[in-house]
C-alpha cells in the first residue's frame, strides 16, 4: 500500500523560508512523478511544483515560480518541496502526490501539512 507522509510545515512570518518533506513508501517509485498541491480555506486546491523521476524536469505555478524549489532523493523516496520568500497568499495545506509518468492523473496522496504566512 503506497503511503506518502508529509512534514515540515509550520507558522512563519512573511519573507521566511520553509522546507517540506514527502515521504513515500509501499512501493517502487522508479519513473513516477512527484508532486505538490496547496488548497488555502474555501478554494480548490491547486497545482504548486512537479518533478520527474530523474529530477531532469520540473514544473511550477507561476505564482511560486522563483520563489519555490522541488527536488526528490531517490534513495530515500523523499520528495522536497524549498520555500523562500513566503508570502501570506502561501497560506494552505500542502499536500505531496504521485503518479506514473504517463497516467492523467495523481494516484495517490499523502494527508497534508498546514503552512501559515503571517504578513
Known amino acids: 500500500q503506497v503511503l506518502l507522509v508529509e512534514s515540515g510545515g509550520g507558522l512563519v512570518q512573511a519573507g521566511d523560508s520553509l522546507r517540506l518533506s514527502c515521504a513515500a513508501s509501499g512501493h517502487t517509485f522508479r519513473g513516477y512523478i512527484m508532486g505538490w498541491f496547496r488548497q488555502a480555506p474555501g478554494k480548490e486546491r491547486e497545482f504548486v511544483a512537479a518533478i520527474t523521476w530523474s529530477g531532469d524536469s520540473t514544473y511550477y505555478a507561476d505564482s511560486v515560480e522563483g520563489r519555490f524549489t522541488i527536488s526528490r532523493d531517490n534513495a530515500k523516496n523523499t520528495v522536497y518541496l524549498q520555500m523562500n520568500s513566503l508570502k501570506p497568499e502561501d497560506t494552505a495545506v500542502y499536500y505531496c502526490?504521485?503518479?506514473?509518468?504517463?497516467?492523467?492523473?495523481?494516484?495517490?496522496w499523502g494527508q497534508g501539512t498546514q503552512v501559515t504566512v503571517s504578513s
Open positions: 502526490a504521485t503518479k506514473p509518468l504517463n497516467t492523467p492523473s495523481y494516484d495517490y
